[in-house]
């Protein structure tokens, strides 16, 4: 079983559709994020969570909407997306210290069409 | 200035030789520097970490860090065909955030 678990690995949605990505952690870490990885463009960090409490939105629009229940758990809601939202959606966790080292999920191919 | 910096590549080195990936930071503050291997279709995996001038050690990997050029390496000894991926430098923005460069492509030649 490893470390970080991100469900679906792949997924196809309409503009239209509601969808939600989930993420679990194993390593007993209490800070989780979510990041976007587009092609030729660094790592986005999009949304922090320390102790199951937001820390960082990054600007990111209101069509992401995420959600952390415990330190364990994280969502990232999703709805009304533009196929531009179309990328790899990596999930992570760390300890939440100065430097801690950061283990990734698998990820998600989300394509908008 | 973007705060890391990477060169996006291709780089390509015949099998056995040694690979060298450069990164180049903006915050003088910076105390510790991560190296990811990224394969394609898949996610970053960490494979080294430095926080102290000098060089560390870990297999065929080599990180060098030199925090008066605000610049960090990573050398691969012996390269292997299994080592062609992107190679991520990260380095941490403020307590538990990092930022990550784009990383660079590395192709090692049988």
């Known amino acids: 079983e490893t470390g970080v678990t991100q469900t679906p690995r792949h997924l196809v949605m309409g503009m239209t559709n509601k969808k939600s990505l989930k993420c679990e952690q194993h390593l007993g870490h209490n800070a989780m994020y979510w990041y976007k990885q587009s092609a030729k463009k660094p790592l986005e960090l999009m949304f922090v969570y320390n102790f199951k409490e937001q820390t960082e939105n990054n600007s990111v629009p209101s069509r992401f909407s995420p959600e952390c229940p415990n330190s364990s758990h994280l969502f990232l809601h999703l709805h009304t997306l533009q196929p531009e939202d179309s990328a790899l959606y990596l999930c992570?966790?760390?300890?939440?210290?100065?430097?801690?080292?950061?283990?990734f999920g698998q990820g998600t191919r989300l394509t908008v069409v | 200035q973007k705060e890391v910096e990477q060169n996006s590549g291709p780089l390509s080195v015949p099998e056995g030789a040694i690979a060298s990936l450069n990164c180049t930071y903006s915050d003088r503050g910076s105390q510790s520097f991560f190296w990811y291997r990224q394969y394609s279709g898949k996610s970053p995996e960490l494979i080294m970490f430095i926080y102290s001038n000098g060089d560390k050690e870990d297999g065929r990997f080599t990180a060098q860090l030199n925090k008066a050029s605000q610049y960090v390496s990573l050398l691969i000894r012996d390269s292997q065909p299994s080592d062609s991926a992107t190679y991520l430098c990260?380095?941490?923005?403020?307590?538990?955030?990092?930022?990550f460069g784009t990383g660079t492509s590395l192709t090692v030649i049988p």
């Open positions: 992570a966790s760390s300890q939440v210290a100065e430097g801690s080292m950061t283990f």
């Open positions: 990260a380095v941490p923005l403020t307590g538990n955030q990092f930022y």
